[in-house]
């Protein structure tokens, strides 16, 4: 059974920095690409940041320059997001996706975390 757990969310003032942690466990083979989404109160949720298993990453205009996703190089299936600069409007519950997913049992190919809060104040 595949498992995503996030941590390090937390309150920040703006300016400050952050950075969100999301381990993969189970018995893995192999993951396409692992994605932070985030949803602000009241709105849908959007794709902040996706890394693929060859490394490529991509960006939400929101966040980009801001915000890097990037991988465990001892760990392939965890990953981080560094959030910097942040700002009141990056307030959201912050999941982190696997999508992909080729695992022993088999199983979704779709899995999420539970969340993590991030606040931002000014």
């Known amino acids: 059974q595949v498992q995503l757990v996030e941590s390090g969310g937390g309150v920040v003032q703006a300016g400050g920095s952050l950075r969100l942690s999301c381990a993969a466990s189970?018995?893995?083979?192999?993951?396409?690409?692992m994605n932070w989404y985030r949803q602000a109160p009241g709105k849908q949720r959007e794709l902040a940041a996706t890394?693929?298993?060859?490394?490529?990453?991509?960006y939400a205009d929101s966040v980009k320059g801001r915000f890097t996703i990037s991988r465990d190089s001892a760990k392939r299936n965890t990953v981080y997001l560094q959030m910097n600069s942040l700002k009141p409007e990056d307030t959201a519950v912050y999941y982190c996706n696997a999508l992909g997913v080729k695992s022993i049992p088999r199983g979704p190919n779709d899995y999420w975390g539970q969340g993590t809060q991030v606040t931002v104040t000014s």
């Open positions: 189970g018995i893995i083979l192999s993951i396409n690409a």
């Open positions: 890394i693929t298993n060859g490394d490529s990453t991509t």
